[in-house]
């Protein structure tokens, strides 16, 4: 009954889309109404107004800045919120089911595990600092980071891994893309131009081409390290088991 | 309805059934975890269809380059709401994939309607925020 119910109301949400959609213009004409307005200042000013070749990196870092710190922000409450809801590891008392299980865990997945990381560390960190120029940039980057430890840590274990990623190292680098953001915003303010402004005045034009690109790099890797590391911090307090009563014995 | 047209721009036709999917499973599905995998399925589906809408006509990607137009390139706008947008979608998930795992805990199952018949009275919850 229930099921029928929501068929029929999925029916009638689904024929209203499907109308909405019939009147729209051709998906890939250049005179539909979302390319002509200010996308073509964008793709035909954005190298020297943003600081950037690659126009999704000028948008995000530049004409969009405040967004993209609202979302820096998102992630890292996400982050809040996580370790508000399971707690953090106890110091020297992580353990995830690899862990305290009693079989090992197979030799070719630790094998391949093994050879592939170092290779997947390489393209991530490509992706961040090559992201200015070509497709890629530090949100991919840093999911590629944090993916690849996530997956070390499901092979290998939480114990390996906090002994590889001490928390030490890994708490304090959680705010990494929040602080860079908002240092590198208030240095606007501090030479007395807008928020998030990356020309600053009184420096030559040259010296201040420079002082942009390095502060985009600044934010780029600030938000890819710190976003791979909130991703690893909320996949350790989720998978560790110590606060469940362990059934098998402990290696 | 113009059908034709309607083939054409088949990127969001596919968008309307995929948010149908996952409406679908986050009201019928019991099972928590399965509702949340309809919610992201409903997450992609606005993807593609915000992604599609800036799609041109054999177009290159909005990086300046040699030897390619800049009224070749697509729409680098809708792409840069989407990483936004993908990176929120990360975020609720986790926050809700946390709030299974307390939620399985505590009741021993992530069936909805079990969790719910198992609360026969409000002031049984006790005060939980008191445990931690």
Known sequence: ?251 | MNFSRMFHNLNYVVSVLLFLIGLYAVTVKPNLIKKLIGLNIMETSVFLFIVSIGMVESGQAPIVTEGVKTSQMVNPIPQALILTGIVVAVSTTAVALSLCLRLHERYGTLNSDEILASITDVSQLGRPWEEF
């Not at chain 1, 290998?156 to 929040?178: C, D, H, Q, W, Y």
């Not at chain 1, 985009?216 to 911090?233: A, Q, R």
């Open chain 1, 1 to 251: 009954m229930k099921r029928l119910l929501v068929l029929v109301a999925l029916a009638v949400i689904g024929v209203t889309l499907l109308y909405g959609i019939g009147k729209m213009p051709p998906m890939d004409s250049r005179a539909s109404p979302d390319k002509t307005h200010v996308v073509p200042r964008y793709l035909g000013h954005g190298e020297e107004e943003a600081g950037a070749k690659n126009i999704i990196t000028g948008v995000i870092l530049n004409y969009r800045g405040y967004d993209t710190m609202g979302e820096v922000s998102v992630i890292f409450s996400a982050l809040c919120a996580v370790i508000a809801i399971l707690d953090r590891e106890k110091k020297g008392r992580s353990r995830s089911g690899v862990d305290a299980s009693r079989v090992r865990t197979s030799l070719i997945v630790t094998t391949v595990v093994r050879f592939s990381l170092p290779v997947v560390m390489l393209f991530a960190v490509y992706t961040m600092l090559h992201g200015e120029p070509s497709p890629g940039g530090g949100f991919q980057g840093g999911a590629i980071v944090g993916a690849s430890i996530i997956l070390f840590t499901i092979v290998f274990g939480l114990a390996v891994s906090t002994k590889r990623i001490p928390p030490g190292a890994r708490v304090p680098m959680e705010s990494v893309n929040m602080l860079g953001f908002l240092s590198m915003g208030f240095i606007g303010l501090a030479f007395g131009v807008q928020f998030l402004t990356y020309i600053l005045p009184g420096l030559g034009v040259a010296a201040a081409e420079t002082v942009r690109k390095l502060m985009l790099d600044v934010i780029e890797l600030g938000i890819g390290i710190g976003g791979g590391i909130i991703f690893i911090s909320i996949v350790f307090s989720m998978i560790r088991e110590d606060r469940y009563e362990l059934q098998q014995d402990v290696p």
